[in-house]
Structure formats: C-alpha cells, structure tokens
C-alpha cells in the first residue's frame, strides 16, 4: 500500500503504521457502501488500506453535498472516536474499499504507547484543515474555471503519477462528483473541463486525467 500524500500513515515511520494496522480488523467495502452515517452515535473509526470513498453531508433541501474525498492511508471517524461526537458526515465507497477497523479504546491506546501516531494524527488533521481553508476562500473568490484548475492541480500535487504523455491522476470521481466537491452544477465543471481540453491542458478518460501541461494549470489555479 502506497499512502496518499498527507494521509495519516504517510507521516508514520513503519513500525507505528505496522502497529496501528494490526491494532484493529480488517473489513472489505463493496462499492458504492456506506462506512460510516452521519448522525450516527457509533464509536469506531476506519483505515483506509485501499480503495476511494466520499465524503458528504446532506443539505437541509435534500441534496447531498460532498467535500472531501479520501484514499489509502487516510483515518475516517477519528474525531468521533477522540471525543465520543455523533457523525457530522456520510462515508460512501467509491470503489470496493478495504479498511482496518478500530475501536475507540484500541485507537486511543495505540495513541498513548506509540507517540509518534498522535503526532501524524495532528499532521493529518492539519492537512485537513488548511484544505477546508482553501476551499472556503477559493469558493468566494475564484470563479469556476479557476477553482476547477486549483483542485486539479493540487490532485495533481498530491497523487499524481509522471509519465512520458504528462501527469496521470488516477481518479475514481464523475464529473458530478467534482461538481458537487466544487459547490457546482456538473454543466459548469463539464464547461471547464471542455476548455481545459481546448487548450491542451488536459487529456481525460475513464476514471483518469492526464494533464499535459502542467505549468499551464498551475498558472490557471491562480486567481
């Protein structure tokens, strides 16, 4: 397993990563499950070993509003496992997903003997928080052709794979998928995305993105 850069176990040396994982059981999600529910008063948290899962909340007219999106080596549910707090989100996979499974006692003991797991844990939730940051400002100042480009580009960032074609993001996401992470109609993101072609940024298919130019999406992420 590769972690996904910025994920908890990517700030863990081996042997906590080691340790944490067998701390709990391992669960298969097929795809398109629910891990976790929001509102729900359960304790547990998961570890993502492989797979793609979404995470949303539903809006008060029904809609379902999804704002993160996490992979290997990210933790789902920690802060209900810290502080015993119902779920403020749903967690849907993806794709079929493979998890470790903690409970709150096992991770809160994993975090009292190996320290080093309580300091990823604050990096991680960090990560999370700067990303929460950008999103709100980039959802007041930027229009939609430049958040669509600084979300691409920090996907291409964090998970992007070099190739003699560009830059390959594997993505297990829809477009609407994209557009609901972007506060946008699928309309706009396909209208970004189409000129974002038109220009030679950017190649897509099925469930992947090859940016071709790179230098040229950076400069369009910035307002």
Request: charged share 25%; aromatic share 4%; with cysteine.
């Amino acid at each position: 397993m590769q972690p996904a850069r910025g994920s908890l176990l990517s700030y863990l040396p081996e042997a906590e990563r080691e340790h944490l994982l067998a701390s709990g059981i391992k669960r298969v999600f097929a795809a398109d499950e629910v891990l976790i529910r929001e509102d729900d008063p359960s304790d547990f948290l998961h570890l993502i070993v492989d797979g793609w899962v979404r995470v949303s909340t539903l809006l008060a007219d029904g809609r379902e509003l999804v704002y993160a999106l996490r992979g290997p080596g990210d933790v789902l549910g920690e802060l209900a496992a810290l502080h015993g707090w119902e779920r403020t989100a749903s967690v849907r996979s993806v794709e079929p997903t493979t998890v470790v499974q903690l409970t709150a006692r096992q991770f809160q003991a994993c975090l009292r003997k190996r320290p080093e797991i309580a300091i990823g844990v604050i990096k991680s939730l960090a990560v999370r928080l700067r990303e929460a940051e950008r999103a709100r400002v980039g959802a007041v100042a930027l229009d939609i052709s430049h958040r669509l480009a600084g979300h691409l580009a920090r996907l291409m960032a964090e998970r992007g794979r070099p190739t003699a074609d560009g830059i390959v993001i594997d993505a297990p996401f829809t477009q609407e998928e994209i557009a609901n992470q972007l506060g946008a109609s699928r309309r706009a993101v396909a209208r970004a995305m189409a000129m974002l072609r038109a220009r030679g940024v950017l190649v897509t298919g099925r469930r992947r993105i090859i940016v071709g130019r790179p230098d040229v999406l950076r400069s369009l992420a910035r307002p």
